[in-house]
């Protein structure tokens, strides 16, 4: 199965982003694993399933680290980009799912 990866802080508003975009996708007939991993795992996490990863997106409090993993997602061929601050503050899951979305298309 595809995966949507969101890298983040801590992962506790982001699990709840999470539930939001899974809830959203099953609406809307797709399937992908979407799940929370904190930001430092990363690596590891490419590296045990970056053939199926499609998209990773920051959680917007580690934002200051999208070079640095943009140059390790490069190396998967995985696209990566910081959440909408306003989805995330407000558990848009819809809205994330698309930018997660927007990302693979």
Not at 5 to 22: I, K, Q
Not at 32 to 55: C, K, S, W
Not at 60 to 66: G, T
Request: glycine share 6%.
């Amino acid at each position: 199965m595809k995966r949507i990866v969101l890298a983040c802080a801590a992962g506790m508003s982001t699990s709840m982003v999470v539930t939001r975009m899974e809830k959203e996708a099953v609406a809307r007939g797709l399937e992908y694993q979407i799940y929370a991993i904190p930001e430092q795992n990363l690596r590891d996490e490419l590296q045990n399933y970056g053939p199926d990863v499609v998209a990773v997106l920051l959680g917007p409090q580690v934002r200051f680290k999208l070079e640095e993993n943009r140059k390790l997602t490069d190396s998967y061929h995985i696209p990566i980009a910081v959440i909408d601050t306003l989805a995330y503050g407000t558990l848009n899951g819809a809205k994330v799912l698309d930018q997660a979305l927007a990302l693979v298309n």
